[in-house]
């Protein structure tokens, strides 16, 4: 058998597995693909989903960062990547992730919104304004960008913002918005 045979066939084998819910039996074929073959990018990101899932994020962000490095212009990946290492707590990469996914894909709303929150979760609140602003334009019913734009506003003082935004996100969530009341000291005569 060639090994490009071989290859594919391990390939579609872990795919097989991951199809039908066989997480663990997957993750082990997904290591044998990258074995394989190293070049192998979609085995990669695989990898990195699911070591992410499991929590293993230590294993997750360098299969993720071996994605993007074979598979540079996929803006998605580029965000999962940064998705990845945001929850490992090493926001600057994220950061830069995020950037590349935006620069593939201006429209990715997810990827302003990731952008925004780690700007945010390292002090960075007036750049994060216009990110979640972004991220707000683009996904406009998406609570959560509203929930931290208007997070990062209170923190600069920026009062009346946060009350415009409490009340364009009370208008279609409102669980979001009973959190932003609270947390932001929202009150009746405000909102």
């Not at 990731?114 to 979760?121: E, T």
């Not at 923190?155 to 009341?181: C, N, Q, T």
């Amino acid at each position: 058998m060639s090994d490009s045979l071989r290859e594919s066939i391990l390939y579609y084998w872990a795919q097989t597995l991951l199809f039908f819910g066989l997480n663990e039996r997957a993750l082990r074929a997904f290591r044998d693909v990258v074995r394989e073959n190293p070049k192998r990018e979609e085995a990669w990101s695989v990898l990195g989903f699911l070591y992410a899932q499991r929590g293993e994020l230590s294993e997750a962000v360098p299969a993720f960062e071996r994605a993007v490095a074979l598979k540079t212009d996929d803006a998605s990946l580029f965000f999962n990547a940064g998705f990845t290492a945001q929850r490992a707590g090493n926001h600057l990469r994220a950061m830069e992730l995020m950037q590349a996914a935006i620069s593939l894909d201006p429209k990715l709303d997810r990827a302003w919104y990731g952008l925004g929150l780690s700007l945010a979760h390292v002090g960075r609140y007036e750049e994060a304004v216009p990110k979640f602003r972004e991220a707000v334009r683009l996904q406009l019913f998406n609570p959560y960008a509203g929930y931290h734009l208007a997070g990062v506003l209170h923190r600069l003082g920026r009062r009346e913002e946060v009350i415009a935004e409490y009340r364009r996100v009370k208008e279609f969530d409102p669980k979001i918005s009973a959190l932003m009341r609270r947390e932001f000291e929202i009150e009746d005569r405000d909102g």
